[in-house]
């Protein structure tokens, strides 16, 4: 096929499509599917080997967050019967920390809920870093707390933050539709103001929220030219008491399509299956590892995710080994671009780059979604090859791990 054949050709040279052969990806038929992932899986293995990153989420502060994220189960006015509680004290998440690192993860994500951190939050989160350092100085640490200030992602980086997650979600041509107490300039120009600190920027997308082929290119573009280190690709899940609660627009080869697309526009970057993993890729989550070189462990934030020792044995049968923690995920040349950006506290080569108000991840689309909510998901038109099948049977509130009682999946 000519076009996998010139995706593949410009991936492992690193270079990047045009627009028009991002387009064609998504484009794609079922029967052409595995040639996409084959042609998806030689680029990443040029990059990244068969190494695969675990990161591990906790979630601080959970819910009660005032902006109004359609997709996000802790946003005003959610239904959601998430846990709800205020901030974790240092110990509490350093122990949450802990099961995670224990369970294989190299990179720790610290997430609060909130439009952004107040300098006291900050004090906060930089107890938080230091028990958990204390602990594993090696250990990664990605800080994700919404919409930054002036100064905020510096104090971040002096107390030992590595990386700062804020993603941008969908296109600005459509931002409006799905958020209006802030705008995607506003994401933006957080992700600018890590990147400028020396953070490595953590900035990804929410697929499955109705949004067209062209707006999923136009964040994966837009992503690529602000320089995120790492690629988070969340798949929405639709709960109750929110407006996308009947979005079921995703099935497993649609998943992996956005994907394979996402690879071939960042070849040599960090592409990460975040949420929804589970819900939508379902038993084709394997394939996904072929395209994707990092996955979340066990839970996310206000979901339950797969057991982490199920985590494990599929990336070991699929082939895949564990990311150690002395290993660079990044290719020599684009960790020599991140290393100078942290010691110069600037952006390196990129023009800018990263909350629950955003999500490491999941913040958006994990939430329990109760029978009632089933059945309303069910009179919307089916996803083609959906088979009618919404499975929210898949979707789990967590109710264990950080903000309980109970010990963390991981």
Known sequence: MDLLDTLTAKGLRGEVPTREEALAVLATTDDELLDVVAAAGKVRRRWFGRRVKLNYLVNLKSGLCPEDCSYCSQRLGSKAEILKYTWLKPDQAADAARAGVAGGAKRVCLVASGRGPTDRDIDRVTDTMAAIKDADPEVEICVCLGLLSDNQAERLKAAGA??????????????????????????????????????????????????????????????????????????????????????WNLTPQRCLRILAMV???????????????????????PLGLHIANSIFLGDYLTSEGQAGQTDLDMIKDAGFEVEGAGEATLPRHRADIAEAAQAGGGCGTAASACGSGGGCGPCGGHSHAPAQAAADAADAPAAEGSDDELRSDLVKVRRRGAGTELAPNA
């Open 162 to 247: 590595d990386a700062y997650n804020h993603n941008l979600n969908t296109s600005e041509g459509t931002y409006g539709a799905i958020t209006s107490t802030h705008t995607y300039a506003d994401r933006v120009d957080t992700v600018q103001k890590a990147h400028g600190a020396g953070l490595s920027a953590c900035s990804g997308l929410i697929a499955g929220m109705g949004e067209s082929d062209e707006d999923l290119v136009d964040v994966v573009f837009a992503l690529r030219e602000l320089g995120s280190d790492s690629v988070p690709v969340n798949f929405l899940i639709p709960f109750e008491g929110t407006p996308l609660a009947k979005e």
């Open 263 to 285: 690879r071939f526009v960042n070849p040599d970057t960090e592409v990460r299956i975040a949420g929804g993993r589970e819900v939508h890729l379902r038993t084709m989550q």
